[in-house]
């Protein structure tokens, strides 16, 4: 992922990468398409993802300002500083 996220930005002239950021939304997908129905196609669970987490300043409820935007939290994974990652206590997935 780290890899075709890089040649992606590349493509694009732009740099950086952030390591935080790019695992709390793997996490978030891979969480969401673990509780979702065997019998939805790919393409509806895919659309219901997309419909779910429109709003991508989800992430700020999770992390302050100060540590996602820190130089440790763009080399590696963070934990939230605000709230865990604790998915089952959301409800509605």
Sequence with gaps: ???????????????GYHETITIF???VVKEFFDHHHAAASLAEIANQLAN???DKTVI???YSSGVIDSAQA???WV???LKPLDFSRR???
């Design 1 to 15: 992922m780290k890899l075709g996220i890089r040649r992606l930005a590349e493509t694009y002239g732009k740099t």
């Design 25 to 27: 939304w793997l996490k």
């Design 52 to 54: 779910r987490y429109a």
């Design 60 to 62: 700020s409820d999770y």
């Design 74 to 76: 763009k080399a590696e």
């Design 79 to 81: 934990e939230p500083d």
């Design 91 to 93: 409800g509605g997935n």
